[in-house]
Protein backbone atom coordinates (compact mmCIF):
# COMPACT_ATOMS: atom_id res chain seq x y z
CA UNK A 1 0.00 0.00 0.00
CA UNK A 2 1.90 3.22 -0.99
CA UNK A 3 -0.14 5.32 1.08
CA UNK A 4 -1.61 9.20 0.54
CA UNK A 5 0.05 9.96 -2.98
CA UNK A 6 0.77 13.94 -3.44
CA UNK A 7 2.54 14.98 -6.77
CA UNK A 8 4.08 17.75 -7.65
CA UNK A 9 5.81 18.02 -4.63
CA UNK A 10 7.08 21.13 -5.65
CA UNK A 11 5.18 23.57 -7.75
CA UNK A 12 6.33 26.99 -9.42
CA UNK A 13 3.83 28.83 -11.10
CA UNK A 14 3.78 32.58 -12.07
CA UNK A 15 1.13 35.43 -10.73
CA UNK A 16 -1.93 34.96 -13.80
CA UNK A 17 -0.95 30.80 -14.00
CA UNK A 18 -3.13 28.05 -13.04
CA UNK A 19 -1.83 25.43 -10.64
CA UNK A 20 -3.23 21.86 -10.16
CA UNK A 21 -2.57 19.75 -7.61
CA UNK A 22 -2.95 15.92 -7.25
CA UNK A 23 -4.00 13.51 -4.80
CA UNK A 24 -4.23 9.67 -4.84
CA UNK A 25 -5.55 8.40 -1.58
CA UNK A 26 -4.77 5.13 -0.01
CA UNK A 27 -6.15 2.00 -1.57
CA UNK A 28 -9.86 1.63 -0.41
CA UNK A 29 -9.70 5.06 0.63
CA UNK A 30 -12.82 7.21 -0.58
CA UNK A 31 -12.85 10.14 1.35
CA UNK A 32 -10.32 13.14 0.79
CA UNK A 33 -9.31 15.80 2.61
CA UNK A 34 -7.11 19.25 1.60
CA UNK A 35 -5.17 21.09 3.96
CA UNK A 36 -3.77 24.55 3.09
CA UNK A 37 -0.07 25.41 5.59
CA UNK A 38 0.74 29.09 4.83
CA UNK A 39 4.43 29.99 5.90
CA UNK A 40 4.99 30.12 9.61
CA UNK A 41 1.23 29.11 10.28
CA UNK A 42 -0.61 26.14 11.69
CA UNK A 43 -2.45 23.77 8.52
CA UNK A 44 -5.85 24.78 7.77
CA UNK A 45 -9.02 23.23 6.70
CA UNK A 46 -9.95 23.54 3.23
CA UNK A 47 -12.19 20.96 1.48
CA UNK A 48 -13.56 17.81 2.01
CA UNK A 49 -14.97 15.43 -0.90
CA UNK A 50 -15.71 11.84 -1.10
CA UNK A 51 -16.02 10.41 -4.74
CA UNK A 52 -17.98 12.42 -6.83
CA UNK A 53 -19.05 14.50 -4.39
CA UNK A 54 -17.97 17.63 -1.89
CA UNK A 55 -18.81 17.11 1.26
CA UNK A 56 -17.28 20.13 3.11
CA UNK A 57 -16.09 23.08 1.56
CA UNK A 58 -16.14 25.65 4.60
CA UNK A 59 -12.67 26.46 4.08
CA UNK A 60 -12.18 27.14 0.53
CA UNK A 61 -11.05 30.76 -0.35
CA UNK A 62 -14.58 31.80 -2.32
CA UNK A 63 -13.08 32.34 -5.17
CA UNK A 64 -10.56 31.04 -7.70
CA UNK A 65 -9.94 27.60 -5.65
CA UNK A 66 -12.43 24.22 -6.78
CA UNK A 67 -11.79 20.93 -5.86
CA UNK A 68 -13.08 17.63 -7.22
CA UNK A 69 -12.51 13.75 -6.62
CA UNK A 70 -13.76 12.02 -10.23
CA UNK A 71 -15.09 8.35 -9.81
CA UNK A 72 -11.55 7.44 -11.44
CA UNK A 73 -8.20 9.07 -10.28
CA UNK A 74 -6.81 11.42 -8.48
CA UNK A 75 -8.52 14.16 -6.05
CA UNK A 76 -7.42 17.50 -7.96
CA UNK A 77 -6.95 21.02 -6.46
CA UNK A 78 -7.14 23.62 -9.02
CA UNK A 79 -5.90 27.49 -8.16
CA UNK A 80 -6.68 29.23 -11.50
CA UNK A 81 -4.47 33.00 -11.62
CA UNK A 82 -2.79 32.28 -8.50
CA UNK A 83 -1.02 35.34 -6.33
CA UNK A 84 2.09 35.60 -4.09
CA UNK A 85 -0.07 34.95 -1.25
CA UNK A 86 -1.35 31.31 -2.19
CA UNK A 87 2.13 30.37 -1.93
CA UNK A 88 1.95 27.21 0.87
CA UNK A 89 2.13 23.88 1.47
CA UNK A 90 -1.10 21.91 0.30
CA UNK A 91 -1.24 18.46 1.80
CA UNK A 92 -4.20 15.47 1.21
CA UNK A 93 -5.38 13.33 3.90
CA UNK A 94 -7.56 10.67 3.28
CA UNK A 95 -9.53 8.04 5.06
CA UNK A 96 -11.92 5.01 4.69
CA UNK A 97 -15.50 4.52 4.27
CA UNK A 98 -16.48 3.87 7.51
CA UNK A 99 -17.52 5.19 10.49
CA UNK A 100 -16.43 7.86 12.07
CA UNK A 101 -12.91 8.72 14.43
CA UNK A 102 -10.97 6.85 11.75
CA UNK A 103 -7.37 7.77 11.35
CA UNK A 104 -6.43 10.69 8.77
CA UNK A 105 -3.24 9.54 6.21
CA UNK A 106 -1.39 12.57 5.12
CA UNK A 107 0.22 12.84 1.93
CA UNK A 108 3.99 14.30 1.86
CA UNK A 109 2.31 17.81 0.50
CA UNK A 110 2.82 19.80 -2.53
CA UNK A 111 5.08 22.96 -1.86
CA UNK A 112 3.30 25.79 -4.15
CA UNK A 113 5.36 28.99 -4.87
CA UNK A 114 4.11 31.62 -6.95
CA UNK A 115 6.98 34.16 -8.81
CA UNK B 1 -9.14 33.33 21.82
CA UNK B 2 -7.43 30.18 19.16
CA UNK B 3 -9.92 26.48 19.95
CA UNK B 4 -6.63 24.72 20.37
CA UNK B 5 -3.83 26.14 22.00
CA UNK B 6 -0.34 24.13 22.61
CA UNK B 7 2.21 24.61 24.77
CA UNK B 8 5.47 25.19 24.96
CA UNK B 9 5.77 26.82 21.25
CA UNK B 10 9.33 26.15 20.71
CA UNK B 11 11.25 23.66 23.28
CA UNK B 12 15.12 22.91 23.09
CA UNK B 13 16.07 19.94 25.21
CA UNK B 14 19.26 17.50 25.44
CA UNK B 15 19.01 14.10 24.24
CA UNK B 16 17.87 11.53 27.07
CA UNK B 17 15.40 14.13 28.49
CA UNK B 18 11.87 13.58 29.00
CA UNK B 19 9.95 16.02 26.64
CA UNK B 20 6.26 17.00 27.32
CA UNK B 21 4.02 18.75 25.14
CA UNK B 22 0.47 19.81 25.93
CA UNK B 23 -2.87 20.86 23.96
CA UNK B 24 -5.60 22.27 25.07
CA UNK B 25 -8.94 22.84 23.28
CA UNK B 26 -12.63 24.55 23.94
CA UNK B 27 -14.52 22.59 21.30
CA UNK B 28 -16.39 19.15 22.08
CA UNK B 29 -14.43 16.73 20.46
CA UNK B 30 -15.00 12.84 19.31
CA UNK B 31 -11.44 12.34 18.92
CA UNK B 32 -7.57 13.79 18.97
CA UNK B 33 -4.79 13.44 16.98
CA UNK B 34 -1.13 14.10 17.41
CA UNK B 35 0.74 14.50 14.38
CA UNK B 36 4.30 15.36 13.75
CA UNK B 37 5.34 17.63 10.94
CA UNK B 38 9.34 16.61 9.95
CA UNK B 39 11.42 19.42 8.95
CA UNK B 40 11.27 18.11 5.11
CA UNK B 41 7.78 19.14 5.72
CA UNK B 42 5.61 15.70 5.51
CA UNK B 43 3.43 14.92 7.92
CA UNK B 44 2.59 11.53 9.93
CA UNK B 45 0.00 10.87 12.41
CA UNK B 46 1.15 9.46 15.35
CA UNK B 47 -1.72 8.98 17.64
CA UNK B 48 -5.69 9.33 17.13
CA UNK B 49 -7.05 9.09 20.59
CA UNK B 50 -10.58 9.17 22.25
CA UNK B 51 -9.85 8.53 26.20
CA UNK B 52 -7.21 7.53 28.13
CA UNK B 53 -3.72 6.73 27.20
CA UNK B 54 -2.14 4.95 24.02
CA UNK B 55 2.13 4.97 23.93
CA UNK B 56 4.12 3.32 20.58
CA UNK B 57 7.32 2.76 21.40
CA UNK B 58 9.10 5.87 23.30
CA UNK B 59 5.92 7.97 22.55
CA UNK B 60 2.83 8.19 24.76
CA UNK B 61 -0.26 10.23 24.66
CA UNK B 62 -3.14 11.01 27.26
CA UNK B 63 -6.46 12.35 26.84
CA UNK B 64 -8.40 13.85 29.70
CA UNK B 65 -12.14 14.45 28.01
CA UNK B 66 -13.62 16.36 30.96
CA UNK B 67 -10.64 18.57 31.54
CA UNK B 68 -10.23 19.27 27.52
CA UNK B 69 -6.62 18.45 27.92
CA UNK B 70 -4.39 16.18 26.21
CA UNK B 71 -0.37 15.81 26.57
CA UNK B 72 2.70 13.87 24.37
CA UNK B 73 5.51 12.70 26.30
CA UNK B 74 8.64 11.03 24.09
CA UNK B 75 10.55 9.45 26.74
CA UNK B 76 14.91 9.20 26.11
CA UNK B 77 14.53 11.77 23.33
CA UNK B 78 16.79 11.35 20.81
CA UNK B 79 18.44 14.31 18.07
CA UNK B 80 15.61 12.62 15.35
CA UNK B 81 12.79 13.38 17.22
CA UNK B 82 13.33 16.83 16.40
CA UNK B 83 10.02 17.96 14.48
CA UNK B 84 7.12 20.06 14.59
CA UNK B 85 4.28 18.35 17.12
CA UNK B 86 1.10 19.36 16.25
CA UNK B 87 -1.97 18.84 18.29
CA UNK B 88 -5.18 18.58 15.95
CA UNK B 89 -8.91 17.83 17.72
CA UNK B 90 -12.19 16.51 15.75
CA UNK B 91 -14.94 17.97 16.31
CA UNK B 92 -18.49 16.43 16.25
CA UNK B 93 -18.52 17.32 13.06
CA UNK B 94 -15.62 15.11 11.99
CA UNK B 95 -13.81 18.38 11.07
CA UNK B 96 -10.23 18.41 12.55
CA UNK B 97 -8.80 21.99 13.94
CA UNK B 98 -5.02 22.11 14.27
CA UNK B 99 -2.93 23.64 16.69
CA UNK B 100 0.12 26.04 15.49
CA UNK B 101 2.41 23.19 17.26
CA UNK B 102 5.30 22.65 18.92
CA UNK B 103 8.93 23.12 17.65
CA UNK B 104 11.12 20.71 19.19
CA UNK B 105 14.70 20.60 19.02
CA UNK B 106 16.91 18.18 20.60
CA UNK B 107 20.42 18.38 21.09
CA UNK B 108 22.71 15.99 21.14
Known amino acids: NAGVMQNPRHLVRRRGQEARLRCSPM?????VYWYRQLPEEGLKFMVY????????ESGMPKERFSAEFPKEGPSILRIQQVVRGDSAAYFC?????????????FGQGTRLTVV | KNEVEQSPQNLTAQEGEFITINCSYS?????LHWLQQHPGGGIVSLFM???GKKKHGRLIATINIQEKHSSLHITASHPRDSAVYIC??????????FGKGTRLHILP
Open chain 2, 27 to 31: VGISA
Open chain 1, 27 to 31: KGHSH
Open chain 1, 93 to 105: ASSPFTERNTEAF
Open chain 1, 49 to 56: LQKENIID
Open chain 2, 49 to 51: LSS
Open chain 2, 88 to 97: APENRDDKII
